[in-house]
């Protein structure tokens, strides 16, 4: 009896695990997903490990808590119902319906039957509804070249961070609209009130429908930053001048993102050296020359002949981060 209840515990040590694991491959990828060991797991068998795997995690979790409306990461079942409840953009040429179906049906695929490609569709497609629709969190999409080029090379177009600067989290959660479409009204009524161009000529090779909400921080901070990040916003108008003296913040013959910054969460202190850095910028191009030419112009001439600088500034030049 006693060999027997030996072996029986033994087999049940033995199997377990493997009933655990067949679970685990048997999981529908929306359960795996608001489960951190789960999701883990997901991204090891896809390839994706280390520093890139937790990039990959946070956006998620970020993601999931922004969605949220009440400040906790939902469980799977709360995730079919927000996502089944979440009223997207349907004008034509949105593609924001066609991305909530996608995302819908890919979550409902068992882990181990999903693709490479379609998890890296679920990661993207949950960001950019997340950012474009969720207002749990004071968020900002990252270029996912910028932070790793392991991801960027799998096809991961964006991580999503959350934003610390108290300013940014009151603009962001308390003046700033909270959908699309109240977003680039917002756009449209501040720029024209401020004499920044015409946003309603604006292509989307200009400004993307995922960047709109950054613009608008930036909008907002200008109103409502504090006296360095006011500055801020004042030397990337600079920037922007035309010939005539007029500002076009999205000049599609002359374009530049540097407004994005402000989605890099940059301290006082970061954003005072970019000030002064975009100022003598602004007096480089002087309303003419091309603003990627006068940026990188003054860089290489702060850098001079440091070695490291000089490297920082052709990866900031091959991945046009600001100049796309």
């Known amino acids: 009896m006693r060999s027997l209840l030996s072996f029986i515990v033994l087999f049940g040590l033995l199997i377990l695990p493997m009933?655990?694991?067949n679970a685990g491959a048997a999981s529908k990828v929306i359960d795996l997903l608001v489960n951190d060991s789960g999701l883990s797991e997901l991204l090891t068998r896809k390839g994706i490990r280390g520093v890139a795997a937790h990039k990959v995690k946070s956006s998620v979790r970020n993601s999931l808590l922004n969605l949220s409306s009440n400040?906790?990461?939902?469980?799977?079942s709360q995730l079919r119902r927000i996502l089944q409840n979440l009223s997207v953009d349907t004008s034509q040429g949105s593609p924001d319906a066609a991305l909530k179906a996608k995302l819908r049906s890919f979550l409902n695929k068992s882990g181990d039957s999903i693709t490479?490609?379609?998890?890296t569709d679920v990661v993207n497609d949950l960001i950019y509804l997340s950012h474009r629709y969720g207002s749990g969190q004071a968020t900002a999409l990252a270029c996912s070249q910028c932070v790793?080029?392991?991801?960027?090379?799998?096809?991961?177009k964006y991580t999503l961070e959350v934003l610390e600067d108290s300013n940014a989290q009151r603009v962001m959660k308390s003046f700033l609209p909270k959908n699309p479409k109240q977003t680039r009204a917002f756009v449209f009524k501040t720029m024209k009130q401020e004499n920044l161009g015409d946003f309603s000529r604006v292509s989307l090779d200009v400004l993307s429908r995922e960047e709109e909400k950054t613009l608008?921080?930036?909008l907002g901070m200008k109103k409502f930053g504090n006296q360095k990040q006011k500055d801020f916003v004042q030397a990337v108008l600079d920037i922007s001048k035309k010939p005539d003296g007029s500002v076009q913040l999205l000049d599609p013959s002359n374009k530049h993102k540097l407004w994005k910054l402000f989605a890099d969460d940059l301290k006082d202190s970061e954003l005072e050296g970019w000030t002064k850095i975009l100022r003598e910028v602004a007096q480089e191009s002087n309303g003419q020359s091309s603003k990627r030419e006068a940026f990188f112009k003054v860089l290489e001439k702060r850098a001079g002949d440091h070695k490291g600088m000089q490297d920082r500034i052709e990866v900031l030049k091959r991945k046009n981060c600001f100049f796309q």
Not at 71 to 76: M, T
Not at 116 to 119: G, N, P, R, V
């Open 216 to 218: 608008a921080l930036f």
């Open 19 to 21: 009933e655990h694991a």
């Open 148 to 156: 790793s080029e392991t991801l960027y090379q799998r096809g991961f």
């Open 116 to 119: 490479s490609d379609e998890l």
């Open 71 to 76: 400040g906790q990461l939902p469980s799977a």
